[in-house]
């Protein structure tokens, strides 16, 4: 199983990459009482188990300082034990996305028309659908109403950086334009930056059309359309036109789901003949923060379960850290960390300090004359 940028396909980029939380400042740390509703959740699949020595709190990379979440061991584990085993029915997949009853098959229509490239788009689109679904159950629930949406995914929604600085999530995504030029502009990652941006903006105008007439029908926003008139029984219903104005929340919405994939999203192998793999959000595993040298190993044990253990031996109290490729890779440029995932490995000061001191990650020095 390995770590890759989800838009690969649609921005031809092959290589995988490392996860790290960025240290920001501004955002607030996340309640620990979603972080254990979340192992809560996992833990109710069908052969889901999370150790009870494994928990979550602020990571010791910044900790609540930056709202950074990592995985801890509260008791001694011996090398070989396991830490947490799962089955694909407890990831997001595009299965999900598929079977969604309410935008499944406009879901299966774009994967038709746009092939491969169109993975991530359909990922994201049904992130953000169930988040803006989520927001409105949240609402009514407040009103004294009951919840209407079924949220499957809900309580590890809830834990997921659809914000900036969200457990420490930075992101090109979350800047604004002008940003962007002011601080990026004449640098290695700028065109990378804009690149990804532009996609996702147009990745937004499609999701639109398919998103947001659910969530206004979610809003009540169209209880209140004018009446069609009489139509005799043999007259078909005329087809309701889409509005191509977006929602309120949805581009937020989506663009905090594109980061969200391109951050923690897994390529993970399920075929051996034919070497294909499916793009995943893992719940719990995807908490833990990235090393150099980990401390967890994790694959397929059996058909599609998924069986995380300690490499070595882990003492009470230590962070759990995961790889999810060696630093030392050269196909990966730092930049491109940076404009892909929101970090650069090893960095642990604000990177926007870093790129207005033109640091040489960003900018190439001129040759000596």
Known sequence: MTFVPPLATALHITSSATRTQLYATGGEADSVQRYDDLVKWFSSYDKAFVSPKFEIRPSTR????????????KEDIAKNDVILTFTREACVTLDDAFADKDCGEAFKKLAEQAGPGADTVILAGYLAKEYLLMQENDKREKEGEKATNDIKFGAYLRTLPWERYVNAQEHVLFWEDDYVDNLLKGSLAYEDAVEIRSTV?????????IIS????KARGDDENEEDEGYRFPWQPKPEKEVSD????GLEEAVRGAFVICLSRSYATLVDIDSLKEEERLQPVLDMLQHSNTPNINHGNAVGEMIEVKASVDIKKGDELFNQYKGEE????PYHKFFTRFGFVPGVE???ADMIAERSTIFFPQRAAI
């Open 62 to 73: 910044g900790g609540l300082e930056t709202g950074g979440y990592g995985a801890f061991a």
């Open 201 to 209: 903006k147009y990745a937004t105008k499609i999701l639109n059309g």
């Open 213 to 216: 007439p659910v969530v206004s």
């Open 245 to 248: 104005e977006m929602i309120d």
């Open 329 to 332: 890779d050269e196909n990966m």
């Open 349 to 351: 000061e604000p990177l």
